[in-house]
């Protein structure tokens, strides 16, 4: 998914006249001296001098004062006074900025500009200011400042070295899309309840799961999206509280594999059933989590594709795998896909990582135009 229809942001030059320049000319309209413009608004000399040469502002009191006097409406004389210190203050912030550039350097700038964050790679003040209004913050010290104190809350299952920058990124963009979604409050008990129907959209094509997968966990108060990962984030899926009455659960196409894929999902939904609501939960491998919670979302995940009441038969199974026609069998019997029981086998040992492939169904979200076609850019 990508953000669209970005409106540039640029640094406009200086166009806006002060309101001491203003002044000066309607007095000089007028043929009002400044000192009988202090002696008629009964402001001193030096401030009237002061507000001409921009040294001080109008304020709304002086604006009715000027108003009497000169005939100008006193929302004009405050208009040019806001739009001036406007200016100022732009004017500052861009110089500012100029000196924070190196800061977009720490980002997958490609990524961002494949999904519309940003219009292209360029080091420019414009650039920085679509990022810093991407990430909702007002500078890249607040930036720092706001990822260090999210860091206490985050829980990540790799001992990959992910790039930070490229993480919070990618979980911001996943997070302004999840916002939009539309979904009942959530509900543990609802979300339970779905578990069997979810299980069996995994023998479906990726192009009905893409949209029924969403709409279903919807009705439990969860916020499915599929959003590819940036580089060197070593992301399979994310868990993420928006609110305490809806959740995210962000999916990524990292594995390529549906046996993967449809791990990550239970593995994400047990973060949500089991675990708090201030963690958010950043998973590479969920085969490879370490840590209490990662463990116990494995054994949920594990326990959802394939029930209990399926282990005798899952056994057998995994005694004698072959032929792959006895994996079909089973797949069919649970009502998942064989290439989920393939991945099971393999992860026990039962078969090697190199044998029972084909029958794992291969996906990739940027290739697949239903994708594509339904993407609908979060407005920031």
């Known amino acids: 998914m990508t953000l669209d229809n970005v409106a540039p942001i640029e640094y406009a030059p200086q166009t806006v006249s002060s309101p001491g320049e203003t002044l000066k000319e309607t007095l000089e309209e007028l043929g009002i001296p400044q000192a009988d413009l202090a002696r008629r608004t009964g402001l001193s000399t030096k401030h009237i001098n002061q507000i001409v040469q921009g040294a001080a502002a109008i304020s709304p009191e002086t604006a009715l004062l000027f108003e009497r006097v000169t005939g100008v409406p006193a929302n004009v004389w405050n208009t040019l006074e806001a739009a001036w210190r406007t200016q100022q203050v732009r004017q500052?912030?861009?110089?500012?900025?100029?000196?924070?550039?190196?800061?977009?350097?720490?980002?997958?700038?490609?990524?961002?500009?494949?999904?519309?964050?940003?219009?292209?790679?360029?080091?420019?003040?414009?650039?920085?200011?679509?990022?810093?209004?991407?990430?909702?913050?007002?500078?890249?010290?607040v930036a720092e400042d706001l990822w260090s104190g999210y860091s206490a809350a985050f829980r990540r299952s790799t001992t990959a070295l992910p790039n930070e920058y490229a993480t919070y990124a990618w979980l911001r963009l996943c997070v302004l899309m999840a916002r939009q979604l539309q979904c009942e409050p959530y509900r543990r008990e609802t979300l339970h309840d779905l578990l069997p129907s979810i299980r069996g959209l995994s023998r479906k094509e990726p192009e009905l799961w893409m949209a029924q997968l969403p709409e279903i966990c919807a009705r439990a108060?969860?916020?499915?999206?599929?959003?590819?990962?940036?580089?060197?984030?070593?992301?399979?899926?994310?868990?993420?509280?928006?609110?305490?009455?809806?959740?995210?659960?962000?999916?990524?196409?990292?594995?390529?594999?549906?046996?993967?894929?449809?791990?990550?999902v239970f593995h994400e939904i047990a973060h949500v059933l089991l675990h708090g609501k201030r963690l958010t939960f950043l998973d590479d491998d969920p085969f490879k989590g370490t840590g209490e919670a990662e463990e116990e979302a494995n054994d949920f995940a594990a326990n959802v594709l394939i029930p209990q009441e399926y282990l005798p038969e899952y056994d057998a199974l995994r005694q004698r795998p072959k032929p792959f026609a006895r994996i079909l069998r089973f797949a069919e019997e649970v009502g998942i896909a064989p290439g989920i029981v393939v991945g099971r086998l393999q992860h026990d040992e039962a078969l090697d990582w190199k044998e029972g492939n084909k029958l794992k169904r291969d996906f990739d979200l940027a290739a697949l135009a239903a994708y594509e076609k339904g993407s609908k850019a979060p407005q920031l």
Not at 95 to 122: G, Y
Not at 224 to 238: D, E, I, M, R, Y
């Open 92 to 141: 500052e912030e861009y110089d500012s900025l100029v000196s924070q550039i190196e800061w977009l350097d720490k980002f997958p700038l490609a990524d961002l500009v494949a999904r519309n964050v940003l219009p292209d790679r360029s080091k420019t003040v414009a650039n920085l200011r679509r990022l810093l209004d991407f990430f909702g913050v007002a500078n890249p010290s």
């Open 221 to 264: 108060g969860v916020a499915v999206v599929f959003s590819p990962a940036f580089k060197n984030t070593h992301l399979s899926g994310a868990t993420r509280w928006l609110t305490p009455d809806k959740v995210m659960i962000a999916l990524t196409d990292r594995h390529k594999k549906d046996d993967r894929f449809w791990f990550t």
